[in-house]
């Protein structure tokens, strides 16, 4: 990808969900961003919705082709995409930031960012990826979301929406590049580092109720290591386990 092809929308539903109609009429490259200032019904993992307040915050979707990228390794694009947008934070504000598993983007704790993949698989290959992205950037108020927080809140500075968006862009381009390159497995080891209580006790929830444990790790398909405190390790898939802290 050298280019970015960027569409701007004064409002839709879901940028996701737009750039998946152009793909089904076949409209769709590679490059292809859409940027929309007022999302009414944007999605994050298992279908929350994400709310965002217009003109304060960043809502944008890429569309990536792959040539040679298989199913089993879906998880690095997950990688790529959350690291990138944390270098691109902390290339603008001086805040620490981790990744709560999957993608999540935190600081202190709160929430000020998250990724949603949505990928189109032919046989055993990745052919292409939705890459949804939600930024709270200047947003100061969050009733009914007390877990989030914002750029702003954080920093105590209003952002130039356009200078994020193009910082994220920059380190997307980068990052991508890695999954088609010799070195994409580093992009595991990057993000672990970065993993949101790893090697700390935590508490978790699963099908079969509370307990405590250490987080370890992620395997190479995305599933969370866990070890409870009986020793036991447990890879868990995303939506089996949740961290309550």
Request: proline residues 2%; glycine residues 8%; charged residues 25%.
């Amino acid at each position: 990808m050298t280019y970015f092809n960027i569409i701007k929308l004064d409002a839709t539903t879901s940028s996701n969900d737009w750039l998946k109609d152009k793909f089904m009429l076949g409209d769709c490259f590679d490059g292809d961003v859409v940027w929309v200032a007022n999302q009414t019904l944007g999605r994050g993992q298992r279908d929350r919705i994400w709310q965002s307040e217009p003109l304060k915050n960043l809502t944008f979707s890429l569309f990536k082709y792959f040539s040679n990228l298989s199913v089993k390794r879906s998880f690095l694009i997950n990688c790529a995409v959350t690291l990138a947008v944390i270098e691109a934070l902390k290339e603008i504000a001086d805040i620490d930031i981790v990744l709560k598993w999957p993608n999540d983007i935190l600081s202190d704790n709160n929430k000020i960012g998250g990724v949603l993949i949505e990928n189109m698989i032919k046989g055993k290959k990745i052919e292409s990826s939705i890459i949804g992205i939600g930024i709270n950037v200047n947003q100061f108020d969050f009733k009914s979301l007390p877990d989030a927080s914002s750029l702003f809140l954080k920093t105590g500075i209003e952002f130039d929406l356009g200078n994020v968006f193009e910082r994220i862009l920059k380190f997307l381009q980068i990052y991508l590049e890695k999954l088609s390159g010799k070195d994409k497995s580093e992009l595991l080891n990057q993000y672990e580092k970065l993993l949101f209580q790893k090697g700390r006790i935590s508490f978790f929830k699963d099908q079969k109720g509370e307990f405590e444990g250490t987080v370890l790790g992620v395997t190479e398909n995305g599933l969370l290591s866990v070890q409870k405190t009986s020793d036991e390790i447990l890879n868990y898939p995303h939506g089996a386990i949740e961290i309550i802290f």
